[in-house]
């Protein structure tokens, strides 16, 4: 895989694959995909929709795979592929994450689900407010 990637679909996203979030102070925050999504009604892969989290990470330049590495995720949820590509954002890179595991959109439907820039807001709220 070539990084960086902008992603028309879920096809090529895999588990660690992370993004940019730059905010308005001139910082960056940073989302991790954390799973494809299985659609339980129709039983099979979405091809806009995948497990996003948000990780508790900021800093002056955009992510990369050693100034991320043992964040926790603080949010997580249904993302939209939009989500990465409406910041104008794209995949930077790969890592590894301990939060990053079964797919439990198998098991439950309870899984909240987050507009195109949900991820930014509370990036926004968390790291760019009162800076």
């Known amino acids: 895989m070539k990084y960086p990637f902008t992603p028309k679909s879920t096809s090529y996203l895999e588990p660690g694959h992370f993004w940019s979030i730059p905010l308005s ?3 960056f925050a940073c989302g991790v995909v954390v799973s494809k999504l299985v659609d339980m009604h129709e039983n099979k892969l979405s091809t806009k929709s995948f497990l996003a989290a948000l990780i508790d990470w900021s800093g002056n330049q ?3 795979q050693e100034l991320i590495k043992g964040c926790d995720a603080i949010k997580v949820g249904e993302a939209h592929i939009k989500a990465i590509t409406t910041t104008g ?3 930077v890179g790969r890592s590894a994450f301990g939060f990053l595991g079964e797919n439990p959109r198998q098991k439950s439907d309870d899984i909240v689900t987050m507009g195109y820039n949900v991820l930014r807001v509370i ?3 968390r790291y760019a407010k009162n800076s």
Do not use: H, V
Request: hydrophobic share 15%; with cysteine; charged share 15%.
């Open 123 to 125: 990036a926004e709220n």
């Open 25 to 27: 102070n001139g910082r």
């Open 89 to 91: 954002s794209c995949i």
């Open 62 to 64: 955009p992510p990369t």
